[in-house]
T-cell receptor
Framework: GQQVMQIPQYQHVQEGEDFTTYCNSSTTLSNIQWYKQRPGGHPVFLIQLVKSGEVKKQKRLTFQFGEAKKNSSLHITATQTTDVGTYFC????????????FGTGTQLKVEL | EAQVTQNPRYLITVTGKKLTVTCSQNMNHEYMSWYRQDPGLGLRQIYY???????DKGDVPEGYKVSRKEKRNFPLILESPSPNQTSLYFC?????????????FGQGTRLTVV
């Protein structure tokens, strides 16, 4: 079946360091979304990318969608303890309707 | 307040005892789905519904049933739960099948089957 791979599975950083998580699909995505799940919480929508090569920023977070629409990344500059949680990408495959296929997630821990 | 409400939040049950996890949304969304979350596997879709009386299997439907008799409700039914269904379950809703919008998630139901 169609899958979205996400790496790394875990990332442990010192506060102030940067963080990046990557998603890759074997087939073209019509769009991709990113979600954050705080420990003990539920996934919360961050952003959606639709266009090839699209880059969007939310304060210290930068989201990119690859030119071929098969990969995406989330980069956090100067992490803070409030960034702790698991970050998921979720892609919609062309012809897949509204179905979201989630990546396996990257769990971020931030140490003071 | 726009929200997706799941109940119960926590449930411990025994193998074979039928149970239902309820899900309700107040946003008039057409599309609803159920996911299970397991360590290292992310969120996997169990079932989804594109509208009232329209449901279909997701990636891991075995051992589950759903129904969509009203737009706002989408219960998940485990007719004969087994220990491998111990997991964290999330219900989610979004506007509609052709609207590529965000998914709103419920608070989750942590199910343990012993």
């Amino acid at each position: 079946g169609q899958q979205v791979m996400q790496i790394p599975q875990y990332q442990h950083v010192q506060e102030g360091e940067d963080f990046t998580t990557y998603c890759n699909s074997s087939t073209t995505l019509s769009n991709i979304q990113w979600y954050k799940q705080r420990p003990g919480g539920h996934p919360v929508f961050l952003i959606q990318l639709v266009k090839s090569g699209e880059v969007k920023k939310q304060k210290r977070l930068t989201f990119q969608f690859g030119e071929a629409k098969k990969n995406s990344s989330l980069h956090i500059t100067a992490t803070q303890t409030t960034d702790v949680g698991t970050y998921f990408c979720a892609g919609r495959f062309t012809g897949g309707g509204n179905k979201l296929t989630f990546g396996t997630g990257t769990q971020l821990k931030v140490e003071l | 307040e726009a929200q997706v409400t799941q109940n119960p939040r926590y449930l411990i049950t025994v193998t074979g005892k039928k149970l239902t996890v309820t899900c309700s949304q107040n946003m008039n969304h057409e599309y609803m789905s159920w996911y299970r979350q397991d360590p290292g596997l992310g969120l996997r879709q169990i079932y989804y519904s594109m509208n009232v009386e329209v449901t279909d299997k997701g990636d891991v439907p075995e051992g589950y049933k759903v129904s969509r008799k009203e737009k706002r409700n989408f219960p998940l039914i485990l007719e004969s739960p087994s220990p491998n269904q111990t997991s964290l379950y999330f219900c989610a809703s979004s506007v509609g099948p052709k609207g590529y919008t965000e998914a709103f998630f419920g608070q989750g139901t942590r199910l343990t089957v012993v």
